[in-house]
């Protein structure tokens, strides 16, 4: 339970409703809010701490790491973790890498041309 | 202040076809804990003798404080009891009752009270005889909560709930632990709720403590591991392996000491790791109970 609450909080940063710098939820409220524990919280919040997504200064509650660059890395690190996964899957089924960037191509393509035809209906 | 809100030491109750024993049990001030049992396990026992109302035979109980049962009348000043067994005046009005209650607390918060009532959906007037099951669990829960007692000892309170009406029962509970001097311990059926909201877990089974621990290691500690055994490979020795299940080539531990090391020592003995997956609170407490009766049978036997 306490990854979804860390992937919530990366999501807030990723899109930016939480920017850096931004004062988050004490463990208690965010908690209630999520009817949650909150050791739960506490959990995800130390890791989301180890991660260097949020600072948490002592008596004073946490706030999302003063960091420009934050934002684009989680973002980056998402991608890294998807393409991982893509390339693990690729093995086992004996697919060459340009066998698994052409299928990589195509998805992308495939994408491209179905957000417009979203956007025109 | 006392950081323990409860703290049971070597509680022992005998009855003639029920024993409960040796309980120890310790809650943190502004936690919430799940006691979970199956029927039977001795759930209302043990809360009755935290509650002052059955007399423990041996070991202390320290509620607030207070020694019980000597100190109760103390201790319920500030204790919120709500159980299914208790009766509320079925010919009286909910309204009577929230006066009832308010003439005897000082603490009694009206604000909080007609919050609570439009929260649940209640009304002052309605005749306690005409309300549904939920309707009378969430107006006891009212009549408790509204009092802002330090402690809250609620006996299965979600049981025969719909879903509606239990999250709106776990919503209150949470919001009640927004001020860390309140406390609340529940027992439940509903491994669901305890796993949603409780901050410390303690399963119980045949008047025994079978486990206690604070949520997050409770759940890191369980994990079922998957595993591929090539023909000459033998299982390796892991310590906490509950259970053993699958075939002999493809077997599937459970285990209850978990430590990332084990993947290593598995695939030193030549195992390949297929998977190691975490649990539900359902699957821990039921592995959990599977593994005590049949070690305890074996010792018998």
């Known amino acids: 339970m306490y990854l979804q609450i860390m992937e919530q909080v990366k999501q807030k940063v990723g899109v930016g409703d939480w ?25 995800a919040y130390l890791e989301l701490e180890r991660e260097g997504v949020i600072v948490t200064q002592h008596g004073k509650g946490s706030i999302i790491a003063p960091d420009p660059g934050l934002a684009p890395r989680l973002y980056d690190r998402e991608l ?42 | 202040m006392n950081h323990l809100s409860v703290q049971f030491t070597s509680v022992s109750k005998r009855y003639p076809h029920f024993t409960l024993d040796d309980i120890d049990l310790e809650l943190p001030t502004g936690s919430i804990m799940g006691f979970v049992g199956a029927n039977g396990a001795g759930k209302s026992t043990t809360i009755r003798i935290l509650m002052g109302l059955v007399h423990q035979d041996r070991g202390t109980v320290e509620v ?31 309204g009577w009752h929230m006066e009832f209650i308010r003439s005897i607390y000082p603490g009694w918060e009206q604000r909080y009270a007609d919050k609570l009532l439009h929260r649940f959906d209640l009304k002052p007037e309605q005749k306690i005889k005409g309300l549904s099951h939920g309707q009378r669990v969430k107006a006891a829960l ?70 206690s621990a604070n949520k997050e290691i409770f759940l890191d500690r369980w994990r079922r591991v998957r595993l591929m055994l090539p023909p000459d490979a033998i299982l390796p020795r892991l310590p906490g392996i ?13 285990i209850n000491q978990f430590d990332p090391a084990m993947v290593a020592a ?21 592995a959990n109970v599977q593994s005590r009766r049949e070690s305890t049978e074996s010792v018998v036997a």
């Open chain 1, 19 to 43: 920017p850096p710098g931004e004062e988050i939820p004490s463990i208690r409220a965010m908690a209630v809010a999520l009817r949650v524990s909150v050791i739960t919280v506490k959990r």
């Open chain 1, 80 to 121: 890294e973790d998807h393409l991982e996964h893509a390339a693990r899957i690729g093995n086992l089924l004996g697919l060459t890498e340009d066998d698994l960037a052409d299928r990589l191509r195509e998805v992308s393509a495939r994408l491209n041309t179905d957000i417009p035809a979203k956007e025109n209906a």
């Open chain 2, 64 to 94: 607030l404080g207070r020694s019980m049962p000597a100190d109760q009348a103390t201790a319920k000043r500030d204790i919120g009891f709500v159980s299914e067994d208790m009766r509320l005046y079925g010919t009286a009005t909910l």
């Open chain 2, 142 to 211: 009212l009549l408790a909560l509204a009092r802002r007692p330090r402690l809250l000892v609620l006996d299965e309170p979600t049981t025969g709930l719909d879903p509606v009406a239990r999250r709106e029962v776990l919503a209150e509970l949470m919001a009640v632990l927004i001020d860390e001097q309140r406390t609340i311990f529940f027992s439940s059926q509903n491994t669901l709720d305890v796993e949603q909201i409780c901050d410390q877990i303690t399963f119980i089974d045949r008047g025994r403590i079978i486990d």
């Open chain 2, 242 to 254: 509950v259970e053993v299940g699958g075939s002999s080539r493809l077997p599937v531990l459970t």
């Open chain 2, 266 to 286: 598995c695939q030193d003995a030549g195992a390949a790791v297929q998977a190691v997956d975490a649990m539900t609170l359902e699957e821990i407490f039921i």
